[in-house]
């Protein structure tokens, strides 16, 4: 019932910074939480960032304090800007959805039903 496209991956040198962004579309008229996960190859896809259309949101912080996400709720939008890059920053980013609150989610990948295909951010040094 959610569609989810991601853009602005792409391969950065260490230090550089990238914007993340993900559109919404299909039935985004109730309230809904957002998240960014990532997944490194042979790594578990871990949970980054969700914020919910009530503006609570829920950090697990991979980036230790380098990423902040932002929403733009009446368009659907969500962001997560990275800064300060460094070569274990990369993976394949996700963007998920799901019809709950953010508050109270740990941010669990078999808690949200609704997937984008993924944008893949390589930083090399």
């Known amino acids: 019932q959610i569609n989810l496209v991601e853009s602005g991956g792409g391969s950065v040198q260490a230090g550089g910074s990238l914007r993340l962004s993900c559109a919404a579309s299909g039935n985004t008229a109730v309230n809904y939480c957002m998240a960014w996960f990532r997944q490194a190859p042979g790594q578990e896809r871990e949970g980054v960032a969700g914020?919910?259309?009530?503006?609570?949101?829920a950090h697990l912080d991979p980036g230790k304090g380098r990423f902040t996400i932002s929403r733009d709720i009446p368009n659907n939008f969500l962001y997560l800007q990275m800064d300060d890059l460094k070569p274990e920053d990369t993976a394949r980013y996700y963007c998920?959805?799901?019809?709950?609150?953010?508050?109270?989610?740990?941010?669990?990948?078999?808690?949200?039903?609704?997937w984008g295909r993924g944008t893949q951010v390589t930083v090399f040094s």
């Open positions: 914020f919910d259309s009530d503006g609570a949101t």
């Open positions: 998920a959805a799901d019809y709950r609150y953010c508050l109270g989610t740990l941010l669990l990948s078999g808690d949200f039903g609704y």
